[in-house]
């Protein structure tokens, strides 16, 4: 059986992701498949050869029940192509 606590990133997790610069723009976002209460998420944002110098990746973690739906946790950064970049 699975653990409640346990959640799939499938139903809680949308990833909002705006261009800063012109349309057209390509990049590769991932984000993992489960998320633990209380442990650190990562996502990774991969800027490919005809993306903009620029990212603003905007996430959100939802829990959706009952057909609603409650933001549990919010977090956007700006990713630079060529540069490591971690948030929190």
């Given at each position: 059986?699975?653990?409640p606590r346990?959640?799939?990133?499938?139903?809680?997790?949308s990833v909002c992701v705006v261009a800063v610069a012109a349309h057209g723009s390509r990049f590769l976002v991932t984000v993992p498949g489960i998320i633990r209460p209380?442990?650190?998420m990562?996502?990774?944002v991969e800027?490919?050869?005809?993306?903009?110098?620029?990212?603003?990746v905007k996430a959100r973690v939802l829990k959706i029940a009952s057909n609603?739906?409650?933001?549990?946790l919010e977090a956007e950064g700006?990713?630079?192509r060529g540069?490591?970049?971690?948030?929190?």
């Open positions: 059986m699975r653990n346990l959640l799939s990133a499938a139903h809680l997790l209380g442990a650190n990562t996502i990774g800027l490919l050869q005809n993306s903009p110098p620029q990212v603003l609603r739906s409650t933001t549990v700006v990713f630079n540069k490591i970049r971690c948030t929190v």
